[in-house]
């Protein structure tokens, strides 16, 4: 499934980001995005062998700017919450998403080390998968 790859791709085309999205972890460079996979169900199964997912992910925000920081995670959090159906389309037919939501609005992680400021949101996207 290329959920993650067309959710970055869609952030990437609509905010202003600090960074480039990578996946799963944050780089090692001063300002970094990083988005991740969190443990997620299957929530309906179909008799035509489909089945709707409650495909959950986590966004990272990393900055040396606390202010530039929490105003990127807060445009993610925005362009995100409340998507509807055909807004992120998957380029492999692997699946369908219904909306996606903040579950977890953005919050403060840590300041790390280096002086760098880390943010966080989570997300669920409803996605249907497969049937014939």
Same mark, same amino acid.
């Given at each position: 499934?290329?959920?993650?790859?067309?959710?970055?791709?869609?952030?990437?085309?609509?905010?202003?980001?600090?960074?480039?999205?990578?996946?799963?972890?944050?780089?090692? =460079?001063?300002? #970094?995005?990083?988005?991740r /996979?969190?443990? +997620?169900?299957? %929530?309906?199964?179909?008799? &035509?062998?489909?089945?709707?997912?409650?495909?959950?992910?986590?966004?990272?925000v990393?900055?040396?700017?606390?202010?530039?920081?929490?105003?990127?995670?807060?445009?993610?959090?925005?362009?995100?919450?409340?998507?509807?159906?055909?807004?992120?389309?998957?380029?492999? =037919?692997?699946? #369908?998403?219904?909306?996606? /939501?903040?579950y +977890?609005?953005? %919050?403060?992680?840590?300041? &790390?080390?280096?002086?760098?400021?880390?943010?966080?949101?989570?997300?669920?996207?409803?996605?249907?998968?497969?049937?014939?």
């Open positions: 499934m290329d959920f993650i790859k067309q959710i970055s791709q869609y952030l990437t085309d609509k905010v202003v980001l600090n960074a480039p999205i990578t996946s799963p972890v944050l780089k090692s =460079d001063p300002s #970094s995005v990083a988005i /996979e969190t443990p +997620s169900s299957v %929530s309906s199964r179909y008799l &035509n062998t489909g089945k709707s997912v409650d495909f959950q992910f986590q966004i990272l990393k900055d040396p700017g606390i202010i530039k920081a929490r105003d990127t995670i807060n445009g993610i959090t925005k362009a995100l919450d409340g998507i509807l159906s055909g807004t992120v389309s998957s380029g492999d =037919d692997s699946f #369908s998403m219904t909306k996606c /939501e903040c +977890s609005f953005p %919050s403060w992680v840590e300041t &790390n080390e280096r002086n760098e400021h880390i943010f966080t949101a989570l997300f669920t996207a409803e996605l249907e998968q497969g049937g014939k």
